[in-house]
Each structure stands twice: as structure tokens, then as C-alpha cells.
């Protein structure tokens, strides 16, 4: 497990565990099926820890629904 998961900051980010683990779900699903990870330097990287350093960046978020969203500015 990587050390950023038992930071309460990725947790307050997100909102909660259950909202954390279908957010790296989702995003990890994109990142298996093609994506680009939204940051640089991954080099060396696994995915959750790419996904992780995504979600304490701002550049991955939950929508009120649960669904993954990139922001396009405001995050809130």
C-alpha cells in the first residue's frame, strides 16, 4: 500500500474512503484502456500511485454523483 493512501488529506480531497476507492477505480480503468495520466513525470510510477498523485493535484474529482470528472477550472 502506498503512504499517500493513509494520508487523511487524499481522504478529505475525495471525501471518504468509499468515494476515494471508486474514484482510483475508475480512474485506474481509463489509465488500463489508454488513457494519459493527467501528470508528469510518472516514470517508474504504478498506476494507483499515478491515479493518487492525480487526485492530490486536483486534476481528477468526484461529481456529486459519484462519476469521475476532469475539472475544467473551479473544482468546487
Known sequence: MIEELK???VL???????????LIQKRM?????GGR????????MTMIEI???EIK???IVLDETG???KPTGNLL
Open 12 to 22: 478529505n480531497k475525495v471525501g471518504g474512503r468509499f468515494k476515494l476507492s471508486a
Open 51 to 53: 491515479v493518487v498523485q
Open 29 to 33: 480503468v481509463e489509465l488500463v484502456e
Open 57 to 59: 493535484e486536483g486534476k
Open 67 to 69: 462519476d469521475e470528472k
Open 7 to 9: 494520508d487523511n488529506e
Open 37 to 44: 495520466p493527467l501528470i508528469e513525470n510518472t516514470e517508474g
